[in-house]
Every structure is written in C-alpha cells, then in structure tokens.
C-alpha cells in the first residue's frame, strides 16, 4: 500500500520520516499565504510567528506537498505535475488548511500587508526557531525545486530589508 504525504511548508525540507519517493507537482485554485499563527513552533501565544497555509484562489496554482497540527479543515485535491496538464498525476490527496473562521481556529492571523507580516517574522520565535528562519528555509526549497512562489520570494526579500534596517 502506498501512502503519499504532501506539504507546502516546512515539510518540503523538514520531513522528520524516511520517504521512497518525491513528486513536485501543483494544486490547482489555491495559492499559498502566510496567515496562519504558530504558537506552538514559530512564536508564542505573545508574539505568534506565521507559516504558511493554503488559500482557494480562483486561477491561481502552487506547489504542494503537509503537516501541521494548527490547520483545521481538510479538502481532497488533484496533484498535477505540469501546470497545463488536464490529468492529474494522483488524484484525491488529503491536505490540511488553516481556516479563516477564528471559532474554529485560534491561531487564524488573516490578511495583512506584506510589511505588517515581514515585521511579525521579524519578530516572531518559538520552540522551533525564528520564525525568519522558516521563511527563509522555504524559500530555498522551493528555489531548489525549481518553483518561483512571488509571496514567499516577496515576503524574504522584505525580511532581509528589515533585518539589514534598510526599512
């Protein structure tokens, strides 16, 4: 029996389980956002770090692979490994999301402007480590996976302008 795990986030470096395979593929209507609080790695109830999770987004395509104790609504998705293909390369693959309903989930932070997330990342460290650090990790596993993700290269290139006080 095959199990496929899939992340979007630290899971793409940080698997913490041995694994057969990798498939780079993308999810077609969601984009990927840091709008979900950690205060259980990446901050703290004071200052919650943010990570990322999974937006519906009508036309909009991104890299996946999940984890994550914090998300809490569940969809069913098709894995695609080329962004014109019309066949999936797995079909029905579990992720997890973060909702934006604060009943359901605490941790939700929601919206801001890329400034305002760049200075909460700035801010923000955990259990884990900086929440700086999970950023930039991702960033860089996604460039080495050959994925351009303009909200993460954004949101790093923000970061290093604040870190080096240049903003």
């Excluded at 200052?47 to 909009?60: C, H, K, N, S, W």
């Excluded at 014109?84 to 009943?103: E, F, N, R």
Aim: glycine share 8%; aromatic share 10%; hydrophobic share 35%.
């Amino acid at each position: 029996m095959a199990m496929w795990v899939f992340g979007y986030g630290s899971l793409i470096w940080k698997t913490g389980f041995h694994y057969d395979d990798r498939l780079v593929g993308f999810i077609k209507g969601y984009r990927r956002v840091f709008y979900q609080g950690s205060t259980d790695h990446r901050g703290t109830p004071e200052f919650p770090g943010r990570t990322v999770t999974l937006e519906p987004a009508e036309g909009e395509v991104c890299y996946l692979e999940v984890r994550e104790k914090q998300y809490d609504q569940k969809a069913h998705v098709d894995i695609f490994t080329d962004r014109a293909a019309t066949v999936p390369a797995v079909s029905g693959v579990l992720i997890y999301i973060a909702s934006a309903d604060k009943k359901l989930n605490r941790n939700y932070l929601g919206p801001a402007s890329l400034q305002e997330i760049a200075n909460q990342i700035v801010r923000a460290e955990g259990p884990s480590g900086p929440n700086r650090d999970y950023l930039f990790q991702l960033e860089k596993a996604l460039t080495l996976l050959g994925c351009e993700d303009r909200h993460v290269i954004d949101l790093a290139n923000e970061v290093r302008s604040i870190l080096s006080g240049r903003n």
